[in-house]
């Protein structure tokens, strides 16, 4: 096998000049950036030659292009190891070139298959012309005997209709006779009523005349009512200032008899200070006459000589010379005795004021208190009063502000009843001919309560608006078709539409309609809906007419929708767009026509009359919450009045605040400051004492020793004077005049302190005098006002009263205006009793003659019907004159898709023209024709159709042969001869097509196979040496092993060292390694002289690529030539030679190519 030396390149990509790139050796790698460019020239020993013959020299020497067996692209590693079983079949097939024939294998199958489709066709085809066959000889015999029994009855149907025929205008005849009679009977009661209804019309002008009467006082009590509104506010608010004004002279007497106590109990306890003042006055005049008195006595007593005198002075200065520094001493004392005394009278004084003012302040607390007292009083009562007033405020203003809301929603909702009223009555153009059928309509209502439902477009609704235009396209004249029960009702109401000679009508009734059942499936269409689920109904039991009037057709949003539903699937449907087109099975297809948008209008008439009715209930409504929102200036009043009571509560409340705060909190506190002072005077006062006993003590240490000195200087004097010692002399006089002074001193003190708390007395007083002043003014005041405002209240209250002996009296005038009209109400009642008996006479005989009527119609009707029967089912009948022709084709009443008013269109005409027909009853035995009555012409006629039925019967068990049944049996011969012969060539180009299918099989399969088992042989060994692991295995095997080019390919490796799993959950080195190996193994199958791999060790980590490296390195010394193209220094140094590729920089980027030869430098270590 050849190998790969080297290429030559010339200008080739980014290769420039000539280049030769080689030579390569074994195992080749090359490294460097790609060039670029391209090349499309071929040449084979220098000579041009074109792709193909390229191709076929490559594949002498075994290079495949199309199955790309030299070469491995980048990315292709990865690629392979994801592939899917199916898209590794086609791999196998590209490789082994199966694929070439997969056209032609195709094509073979799809011919063998046909052959053997027509084959069978063609037998089955033959088997059934036999049989065909053999079924017409039995036709021609049955076809002799089935016309004999068809002429027999054909006898048997002319005796019957004739039959039916006969008896049907006899009873014509009687019918008609009655109804004469009976139309001259109701001309009569038709002049009876109008005379009835003329007196009614005249009781109707007088009752017109009272109801504006009564109107008028009706609008003349809403006026007072409005007065009373306005008056009645006034009222309360007089009441709740009088009310107010009572609570407050209440509070005010109190005050007044609060002041009055206080003012007693002042000037009581002045009276009292003046007592005691006077007291104090007269015991000091009494104590100075006393001390007066005894003066002069005592001065009698102890009277001195001139040279006593003199020897005392003199003895008194020696002994102060002897004691002057005892004197010094004790003069001291005396001074500092006097200071502390001072301050000893100074703190009881002190105490004394002290004590006055914390009696004041008990005074002022008592007073705080009952301030505090009267103020809780007054706050709890307007806060009462507030309460009142607030609940008073939120009913009026709920009330009020309900009736705003209400009134704005009432308006709101008049104005859009009265806008859809205005549009009503612009489209709405209710001429008499309207009113004449409504007013028919509700007579027949009346006629047969609970069997005439109305008219359809009364009955239902549009589920949307946008519905309308579709809607009343397909209901078309149904539209306004009367729904009735039963047909006898109908051709009743039909009757009485003639009498009334009012305009046809169609009628619906619902016993008569057949209705298809509708299509369930024509719901599952996407983009329309049935009519009939657009529509809603009532009562439910009109659902029958209203199938009957939709069928199953469709409405759609747009024309092109309804056209693609109509006619674009399998089955025809009818279907409407939106804007009323109309596509109708037969193809027809109808615009909206320009009124139709008017007619769809029609369905807003129907709440014409409950737009009225709501706009009275409306007025009338707010009629009711315009009386409550003029309750407005009374909530004004009240809020008026809340608001200044708060107010007054809110000063009242700080006055409270501030009375406990600051007068009541601030005497407590000065209270207790004072009491806290009264509580430290006895402990200083006790001080004071103390040190001024003590110093007492010391001071009579001093006069002891003073009294020894001058005891020793006057011990003489004191024998002469005849006294025991000078003090006795001495202290006699002073002890004396101290006293005295002491007891004044008494007197003045209790004479200040009187003087001062009268005074004070003087000023509260006077105080409490002003404050009864004042308190007596306001009560007088108070008084004024409130008899004042009692005048005001009453005046109002006289007023009110007025008004509503005013309104009461209106009142009773509307009831008495009230009953009249009552009365004139039973007076018309007793006249339409009069009329309705009339009508009842008049309804009843309209009743016997619509049923004579309807007997009428339906017998005329039964004989069009028997007629047309025969007509149909070529029923020849003799005549005398006239002919079959003349027997209408048109249905009439006996098809469900024409209305009742259809027949009264036929009666006109075709009935009128088969009246003309004369039936020759000749033939008809004499005894089918005499009198019978109903119980025997229908035992007869029952006889006749039990005689046609046996023979029908008969008839009927005979299958109607073929009357062409000879004929059938020729052409049948010459379809089976012709049938054999194409049977036979079908069966040949079958056998024939099998055969070459077989054949390009068997070679598609061999091409397949031999790869696949070439592959297969060596994978295992190939992993294996990959993996170098001889525990690794890797396996193939065909999903279909007949054909195994038809399903997938299953490739599954089981990695070195772990258990088996899928492909999938192989990590990205083993998958690519499992890669590595079907590449190889595909290679080994008719291998190209040398293997090109670019960058298949891009997904290896270091120890997969030295693995694959050395796996190549192996191979390329003894089975082929391996070109690799790689990055990776673990991997390239393991090859024999190097070929660099580098850029060189220039005005464009050149390639260069650098080859080095690695083998002359062995492995370091070779067993890597």
């Not at 104090?280 to 006595?297: G, K, P």
């Not at 390919?1049 to 258990?1059: D, S």
Request: glycine letters at 4%.
């Amino acid at each position: 096998m050849g190998y790969l030396k080297l290429i030559e390149i010339e200008n080739f990509k980014s290769y420039k000049g000539r280049q030769i790139i080689g030579p390569f050796h074994k195992f080749t790698a090359i490294i460097g950036p790609n060039g670029s460019g391209s090349s499309s020239e071929y040449r084979i020993n220098n000579k041009v030659v074109g792709l193909s013959e390229y191709s076929d020299e490559l594949e002498k020497l075994g290079i495949l292009i199309k199955a790309r067996n030299f070469l491995v692209f980048q990315g292709a590693v990865e690629s392979i190891a994801m592939k899917n079983p199916k898209e590794r079949t086609a791999l196998f097939e590209e490789i082994s070139r199966s694929g070439e024939l997969a056209q032609e294998y195709d094509r073979c199958k799809k011919e063998m298959v046909k052959a053997e489709e027509d084959t069978q066709f063609n037998y089955h085809r033959k088997k059934n012309i036999a049989a065909e066959r053999k079924e017409a000889k039995q036709e021609k015999e049955e076809a002799e005997r089935y016309q004999r029994l068809k002429d027999e009855v054909i006898r048997a149907h002319v005796q019957l209709q004739l039959f039916k025929l006969y008896h049907n205008e006899s009873e014509i005849e009687k019918l008609n006779r009655e109804l004469a009679h009976r139309n001259k009977e109701i001309d009569k009661d038709k002049k009876r009523m109008d005379r009835v209804e003329e007196e009614l019309k005249e009781k109707k002008k007088e009752l017109g005349k009272m109801m504006r009467d009564q109107q008028t006082i009706e609008k003349e009590i809403k006026e007072k009512d409005a007065e009373l509104n306005q008056k009645r506010p006034l009222y309360i608010k007089a009441k709740e200032n009088t009310a107010h004004k009572i609570k407050k002279l209440e509070a005010a007497r109190k005050s007044l008899q609060n002041a009055q106590k206080c003012y007693k109990k002042r000037k009581a306890d002045m009276e009292e200070l003046d007592r005691e003042q006077g007291a104090v006055e007269m015991a000091r005049h009494e104590f100075e006459e006393r001390m007066e008195e005894e003066a002069q006595s005592q001065g009698q007593d102890l009277q001195l000589e001139e040279n006593q005198v003199k020897a005392y002075h003199r003895l008194k200065e020696e002994a102060s010379k002897r004691a002057a520094t005892l004197a010094q001493e004790l003069e001291k004392f005396n001074r500092d005795q006097k200071a502390d005394q001072d301050r000893l009278d100074l703190e009881e004084r002190k105490k004394i004021e002290t004590e006055a003012k914390i009696k004041q302040k008990i005074r002022e607390i008592e007073e705080n208190q009952k301030r505090i007292e009267k103020l809780e009083d007054y706050i709890t009562t307007s806060r009462q009063s507030l309460d009142e007033q607030k609940r008073m405020e939120e009913e009026l203003t709920e009330e009020v502000e309900q009736a705003k809301r209400r009134i704005d929603e009432i308006n709101m909702e008049l104005n859009q009843v009265m806008e859809q009223l205005g549009d009503a009555r612009i489209d709405r153009q209710e001429n008499s001919r309207q009113q004449r059928k409504a007013e028919i309509l509700e007579s027949i209502k009346r006629l047969y309560p609970g069997s005439v439902y109305g008219r359809l477009i009364d009955l239902c609704q549009p589920t949307q608006k946008k519905f309308q235009i579709a809607v009343t396209k397909v209901l078309g004249k149904n539209m306004d078709a009367i729904i009735v029960d039963s047909e006898k009702t109908g051709r009743d109401c039909i009757q009485y539409i003639k009498e009334q000679r009012g305009e046809p009508e169609t009628f619906l009734p619902l016993d008569y309609l057949e209705v298809r059942p509708t299509d369930e499936k024509l719901r599952e269409l996407r983009g329309a809906k049935l009519v009939i689920d657009v529509i809603r109904y009532e009562p439910p039991q009109i659902k029958k007419a209203l199938q009957y009037a939709c069928g199953n057709a469709l409405v759609c949003e747009n024309v092109e929708d309804a056209r693609r539903i109509a006619f674009g699937g399998p089955y025809r449907h009818k279907t409407v767009a939106l804007d009323g087109t109309l596509f109708q099975k037969s193809g027809v297809i109808s615009g909206g026509a320009s009124d139709l948008k008017a007619k769809a209008r029609r369905w807003d008439e129907k709440a014409v009359d409950k737009l009225k009715d709501r706009k009275e209930k409306l007025t009338d409504e707010l009629k009711e919450q315009m009386k409550a929102k003029r309750k407005e200036a009374e909530l004004r009043q009240v809020q008026s009045q809340a608001h200044g009571l708060q107010m007054r509560l809110k000063y009242s409340q700080s006055d409270l605040e501030q009375t406990k705060t600051r007068h009541l909190s601030l005497n407590m506190q000065e209270k207790s400051k004072l009491e806290s002072e009264l509580a430290n005077f006895g402990p200083r006062i006790n001080d004071i004492k103390r040190i001024i006993q003590s110093r007492e003590r010391e001071m009579k240490d001093l006069k002891d020793r003073m009294n020894l000195v001058e005891d020793e200087v006057f011990v003489e004097f004191c024998k002469e004077i005849g006294v025991r010692n000078i003090r006795e002399f001495e202290e006699e006089k002073v002890k004396r005049q101290n006293e005295i002074a002491k007891k004044r001193l008494e007197f003045e003190t209790q004479k200040t302190r009187l003087a001062i708390q009268l005074d004070y007395e003087k000023n509260q007083l006077k105080e409490d005098q002003e404050k009864v002043i004042m308190w007596e003014q306001t009560v007088k005041k108070d008084e004024n006002e409130i008899e004042r405002l009692k005048k005001e209240e009453q005046r109002n209250m006289k007023i009110i009263d007025e008004t509503m002996a005013q309104l009461q009296d209106l009142k009773n005038q509307h009831l008495a205006k009230k009953s009249e009209v009552n009365d004139k109400n039973h007076e018309m009642e007793e006249i339409r009793k009069k009329l309705g008996g009339a009508n009842k006479e008049l309804t009843q005989l309209q009743k016997e003659v619509t049923a004579i009527e309807t007997k009428l119609e339906q017998k005329r009707s039964d004989r069009h019907n028997l007629l047309q029967a025969c007509k149909m089912q070529d029923i020849r009948l003799p005549l005398r004159s006239g002919t079959m022709d003349d027997i209408s084709q048109e249905e009439g009443s006996s098809q469900a898709e024409e209305s009742l008013s259809s027949s009264q269109k036929t009666s006109s005409t075709v009935l009128a023209k088969e009246a003309l027909i004369e039936i020759d009853y000749s033939s008809l035995s004499e005894d089918l024709k005499d009198s019978l009555s109903d119980e025997e012409i229908k035992a007869e006629m029952n006889t006749l159709h039990q005689r046609l039925n046996e023979q029908q019967s008969i008839l009927q068990r005979i299958s109607a042969p073929n009357m062409k049944a000879m004929e059938k049996l020729e052409s049948v011969r010459d379809k089976f001869q012709e049938t054999s012969d194409e049977f036979e060539a079908a069966r040949k180009r079958a056998k024939k097509a099998k055969q070459s299918f077989e054949q390009i099989k068997k070679e598609r399969f061999d091409r397949f196979n031999a790869c696949f088992e070439s592959v297969a042989t060596n994978i295992d060994e190939i992993y294996k040496a990959l993996s170098r692991n001889s525990s690794a295995q890797a396996f193939l095997g065909p999903e279909n092993p007949e054909e195994p080019y038809l399903d997938g390919i299953n490739y599954n490796c089981v990695a070195p060292g772990k258990r088996f799993r899928p492909m999938d959950n192989l990590s990205g080195g083993e998958k690519t390694v499992a890669a590595l190996a079907l590449l190889f193994a595909i290679h080994s199958y008719k291998p190209a002289p040398f293997f090109v791999l670019d960058e298949i060790d891009a997904a290896l980590d270091n120890t997969n690529i030295g693995k694959v490296a050395n796996y190549i390195k192996d191979q390329s010394v003894q089975n082929f030539q391996a070109i690799v193209i790689s990055l990776k220094e673990e991997f390239y140094t393991k090859a024999d030679s190097l070929i660099g590729v580098y850029p060189e920089q220039g005005d464009c980027v050149i390639s260069k190519v650098l080859t080095f030869d690695l083998s002359q430098y062995p492995d370091a270590n070779p067993n890597e």
